[in-house]
């Protein structure tokens, strides 16, 4: 059988398609999408994770064409494969290929697959109607709250519960692509100086956010950028980047003793980073606190990168038991990036919204209140934590601190950004000089324990 036609450098769309197929499979029974398209063949990977962002954008209304399309389910392989193909050519304007041409390819596709071979007529079928039909299929599942917002029903009741008024709209940031966001490595370069650089060496515009970020105009591979070897700047989304300067900003250093701070949940590494390059030259003694020991692996290759390595104590340890690690010093600033729904980051990783079960949220929050009653002990009198998660959910956010705050007196809330909806600066207090541009959904509040 030919090969079908692929541009020159490309593989062909059906094999991309198969691939594409098999990850959306994976992800449906529970892998995480970074796993699932690490999976994928090197050459077939980054046009198929592509391909499959796209997909998981669309996958609420691609199930409920093919509800429309088939009485019954078919088996997992076939519906992925499917769905795939439903994803990526309901949207006439936004179709990677020509809506005949990725049906072609995904019958194409499931013919050369033993797994959906015997489907390959009913793919064939649904698809043929699909095109056909298509105006009416489409109206027919507007209504649908789940095909319209692409994302599951108990998440959208419950972002409309916590934010009434913006609820749409992060929906709508959901379904779109992020930006890549820079953070600049002070300890080796300007802002105004790597930005120059950008621009004559790589031919890229970027807007200044967050202090140190630069926002670029489009995407680039990280390893195509002027000075990465050199560690001169790291990715990090630009309401990530105010960790570190809300908790260190207006801290007074100790006479004669580096400032103890403490990363609580530290991997990969770059807030560790962030506050290290933000502390400048003044003495700081940072200890990487990471429950992991594969993942603590990432927090020293980022460090070393950034020319920090030494600079930090990393430590393989959970959080929550400090008998186990704590050395009984207190300490003077504590940054606890709380494990979380992720709900925040759904425009990076938009597998999660389809990973996340409802109960998932109340578990992390018990989760969360564990962390923070543990380590505010160790917080000196005076000293500082910041909480922090990349969730827009409020459990995750402001109800956690209004539970902390009324069991824990000895505490109170200093300016703080509060939740910061994907896309929007507007939503709390305590922001940098600088705007955050275009930037992911987090919650932080900063807490100051009262002198004894």
Known sequence: MPEPAAPPGQPALWRQLQACAAAIAAIRAGQSGTAAFDAVEPGLRPGVQALGFQVLRSLGRAEALRRHLARRTPPPAADALLCTALALAWRRDVAPFEPFTLVDQAVEAAKRHAGTRAQASFINACLRRFLREHDELVAATDSEPVAHWNHPRWWIERLKHDHPHDWQQ?????????????????????????REALQHEAGLAAQPVAGSGLQLARARPVRQLPGFAEGEFSVQDAAAQLAAPLLLDGLAWPAGAPLRVLDACAAPGGKTAHLLEHAQDRPIEVTALEVDA???????????????????????????????????????????????????????????????????????????????????????????????????????????????????????????????????????????????????????????????
């Open 170 to 194: 992060v929906l709508r940031a959901d379904n779109t692509q992020a930006p890549m966001t820079l953070r600049v490595n002070l300890r080796r370069i300007g802002v105004g100086p790597y």
């Open 294 to 452: 594969g993942r603590s692996q990432r927090i020293g290759e980022t460090l070393e990168r950034l020319g920090l390595v030494g600079q930090a104590r990393i430590v393989v340890a959970d959080a929550g038991r400090p008998n186990q690690w704590w050395d009984g010093r207190p300490f003077d600033a504590i940054l606890l990036d709380a494990p979380c729904t992720a709900s925040g980051i759904v425009r990076r990783h938009p597998d999660v919204r389809w990973l996340r079960r409802e109960t998932d949220v109340e578990q992390l929050a018990v989760q969360q209140a564990t962390l923070l009653a543990a380590l505010w002990p160790l917080v000196r009198p005076g000293g500082r934590l910041l909480y922090c998660t990349c969730s827009v959910f409020r459990a995750e956010g402001v109800h956690q601190i209004d539970a902390f705050l009324a069991h824990n007196t000895d505490g109170r809330l200093m300016p703080s950004p509060g939740h910061l909806l994907p896309q929007s600066g507007r939503n709390g207090g305590g922001l940098p000089e600088n705007p955050l541009g275009d930037h992911d959904g987090f919650f932080y509040a900063l807490l100051e324990k009262r002198p004894a």
